[in-house]
């Protein structure tokens, strides 16, 4: 797929977690919005996935770790075809399979329920390793936070990927530098994020996250590294795409009002037009 087909629907998948978020009057659009070009590549062009065969045991998987972002991962799912659209304005609703986590067990699709950081990325190495004892080809992708990494158990988890060689595992850390209270650094910083990774024998690469061509290339040498788990560090803009809420740590965990949605929409709308004349 090329990049203005990408970025299309990348666009579409913001305007989805918007959507959602408002409907709901809750979720988490910062941290989103800034997953949502990497969640686009990897539902369009990465994975092996068809939503008409949800479970088909030879697919991809994808744990999203950072489950509080699933509006992301809703609004992805809804834009491949994996359910109606219209349906994103069910999220947090009283029995909507859009939970404000993922739960798996409601949603074909799904690889994992997450929400408690740190955890999904454990699943992800499971998963990992059982493809390998099943001499199964699938991939398994794993998306955190920055602010997640402060979890010890994601650090454990490394260092069991690292020592079982784990080179079908990618984790894509959305490094947007924000989290729930502010700058990661003025938190509790867990920088120099790739060299802790390599110290736990992985291969780590660091990106544009909202440039498709540098992401394309990351996937692409994630999946001819052997021996070794991959970590691609994505540098993201927490709330990219809507001017108010990019780079705004207070846009972690709130929904807009009725005239701030607008605002968002009409964001999204002239970026839409943008691609349009990118287009040609």
Request: charged letters at 30%; hydrophobic letters at 35%; one cysteine or more.
């Amino acid at each position: 797929m090329d990049n203005i087909e990408l970025k299309k629907h990348a666009n579409q998948v913001r305007k989805g977690i918007v959507t959602a978020v408002y409907s709901a009057q809750a979720g988490h659009p910062g941290g989103s919005l800034s997953a949502a070009d990497i969640d686009t590549f990897l539902y369009f062009e990465e994975m092996h996935v068809d939503p008409k065969n949800p479970e088909d045991p030879d697919r991809d998987r994808f744990v999203l770790s950072k489950g509080h972002t699933c509006p992301a991962l809703y609004a992805v799912m809804a834009e491949k075809g994996y359910f109606p659209k219209e349906e994103l304005k069910t999220f947090r609703k009283l029995g909507s399979r859009l939970q404000g986590h993922p739960s798996m067990q409601y949603l074909p699709g799904l690889d994992m329920s997450s929400g408690s950081l740190g955890q999904g990325i454990s699943a992800a190495c499971g998963m990992a390793l059982a493809a390998r004892i099943d001499k199964k080809d699938y991939r398994v992708y794993t998306l955190l936070g920055d602010g997640e990494l402060e979890e010890g158990e994601v650090w454990e988890a490394s260092m069991f990927a690292g020592d079982k060689h784990l080179d079908n595992l990618c984790v894509i850390v959305d490094n947007n530098n924000l989290q729930i209270d502010g700058n990661i650094d003025d938190v509790n910083s867990p920088k120099p994020i790739d060299k802790k990774f390599e110290a736990f024998n992985f291969h780590v690469i660091k990106i544009n996250g909202h440039d498709f061509d540098e992401i394309r290339a990351a996937f692409r040498e994630a999946r001819e590294t052997k021996g070794m788990p991959t970590c691609i560090i994505a540098s993201t803009i927490k709330g990219k795409g809507v001017s108010y809420m990019e780079n705004q740590a207070g846009w972690h965990g709130k929904a807009p009002n009725e005239e701030q949605y607008k605002t968002a929409m009409a964001d999204l709308d002239k970026i839409d037009e943008e691609i349009a004349k990118e287009e040609g």
